[in-house]
């Protein structure tokens, strides 16, 4: 045995897991397949100062962010902050700093170990088979990512077939103006998907691309260079910028699925959808999953139980603290990518209605709260006059 719990993945689900299951006194192993945690980057890393302050992430790994402009083809709607509530994160840093997290906890950290195969008896998981060995565990997590890797394989197909496919250069941009992100809409800068600018400090800024497969055949890379190109038509100084990275990733841009367990094997994350599809925005989402995930998992083995029913309150609880947020992003992003220029010119004359604190809780896939009411109800004629 190679230890209680194997998690397979050490991106922010697999590390947060691992964190919670060693804490609760168990012994986890995570395989990492690349050569270290957090690289090559696969985000852009925006999020929210209020809720990585809730997950514990220390200030020194996100940049603050004071001003948020959207821009549509013909019209634009700028949200200013003096009390910054977005953020960009340090990516790796972030990453490293949960394994560190995992690591004091007791959790075993395994670098350039591809988890190949789930082993199963039964039907029942019992291990994962790497590109070395067999390792043998109580419990076994995938937290591959999108790929779903172990699930596949263990019979628990998410059947994901829409994807964020997004490409971005992380530039030196002196002349960028580190307190302002902005995101862009419309066919010529992101076909049924949206274009970022998030500087991130110290003169970094990534510039990104990303559409939604099959919605749109395009390719993001067509469409990156182009942007960076024509920047300063979007009021982004690029003047001098050079690429210090080019990333490039997958998300899958599907509601959360219905199984998260089977017997023996748990999946967290993008591995089984638990970002928000609203704007392809996960990492704070992968590490509640991976907490709650990791408690779940810990009560399981004191009982000397991980069947799928000792495991599926995971499911339950992420359904019902989450669960009505997240559908409701999923459909909104669905109807948005079909969208054409003339209607997000449309939209974004609405958007401007919003405060800055109500713009920011709709990107927070805050989606029922009662900001929404307020706003429904103060401004009911513009939106019955503009919703066509
Ligand atoms: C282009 C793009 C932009 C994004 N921008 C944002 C953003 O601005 N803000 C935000 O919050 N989210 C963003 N996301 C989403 C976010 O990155 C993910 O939702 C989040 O990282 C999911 O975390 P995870 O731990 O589930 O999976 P991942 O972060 O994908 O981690 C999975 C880990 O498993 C490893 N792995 C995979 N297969 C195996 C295997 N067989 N064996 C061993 N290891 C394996 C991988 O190397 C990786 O380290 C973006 C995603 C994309 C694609």
Redesign the pocket.
């Given at each position: 045995m190679q230890s209680d719990v194997i998690i397979?993945?050490?991106?922010?689900?697999?590390?947060s897991a691992a964190a919670t299951i060693a804490r609760a006194g168990r012994t986890v192993t995570v395989?990492?397949?690349?050569h270290e945690?957090?690289s090559p980057i696969?985000?852009?890393?925006?999020?929210f100062i209020d809720e990585m302050d809730a997950l514990g992430i220390p200030r020194r790994l996100y940049h603050p962010i004071s001003r948020v402009r959207f821009l549509s083809p013909k019209e634009a709607a700028t949200f200013d902050y003096p009390q910054p509530k977005f953020c960009?994160?340090d990516v790796r840093g972030t990453?490293q700093y949960l394994a560190e997290r995992a690591i004091v906890e007791g959790a075993q950290i395994r670098l350039s170990?591809?988890?190949?195969n789930p082993i199963t008896e039964d039907g029942i998981v019992r291990g994962v088979r790497?590109n070395a060995e067999e390792l043998r565990s109580k419990l076994v997590i995938d937290?591959?990512?999108?790929?779903s890797?172990?699930l596949k394989q263990a019979g628990l197909d998410p059947g994901f077939r829409r994807f964020?496919?997004?490409?971005?250069y992380d530039l030196f941009a002196p002349h960028c103006d580190q307190s302002e992100a902005v995101l862009l809409v419309g066919g010529t800068v992101a076909p049924s998907g949206y274009a970022?600018v998030?500087p991130w400090g110290r003169g970094r800024v990534r510039v990104?691309v990303?559409v939604v497969h099959p919605d749109s055949r395009e390719n993001p890379e067509d469409y990156l260079d182009a942007l960076v190109a024509n920047a300063d038509r979007f009021g982004v100084n690029l003047k001098g910028a050079q690429p210090v990275e080019h990333?490039?990733?997958?998300?899958p841009s599907e509601r959360f699925v219905d199984r998260f367990a089977g017997d023996g094997i748990l999946g967290?994350?993008?591995?089984v959808g638990?970002?928000s599809s609203l704007?392809?925005?996960?990492?704070?989402?992968?590490i509640h999953?991976?907490r709650m995930a990791g408690e779940v998992a810990a009560r399981a083995l004191a009982k000397g139980d991980v069947s799928r029913a000792a495991l599926e309150p995971f499911e339950r609880q992420w359904r019902k603290r989450f669960g009505s947020d997240l559908r409701l992003a999923h459909e909104i992003n669905v109807r948005i990518s079909k969208w054409d220029d003339d209607k997000w010119d449309r939209r974004t004359k609405l958007l401007k209605l919003l405060s800055p604190d109500q713009f920011a809780e709709a990107l927070k896939t805050n989606l029922r709260g009662r900001w929404l009411w307020r706003f429904a109800a103060s401004h009911s004629r513009e939106l019955a006059a503009g919703w066509r």
């Open positions: 397979a993945g050490a991106g922010p689900a697999g590390l395989l990492e397949q690349n945690i957090g696969r985000t852009s890393g925006g999020s960009i994160l990453f170990a591809h988890a190949a790497t937290a591959t990512g999108y790929r890797t172990l964020g496919v997004g490409s971005e970022w998030c990104g990303g990333h490039t990733g997958l998300i967290i994350g993008d591995a638990n970002a704007l392809g925005e996960g990492i704070r989402w992968a999953a991976g």
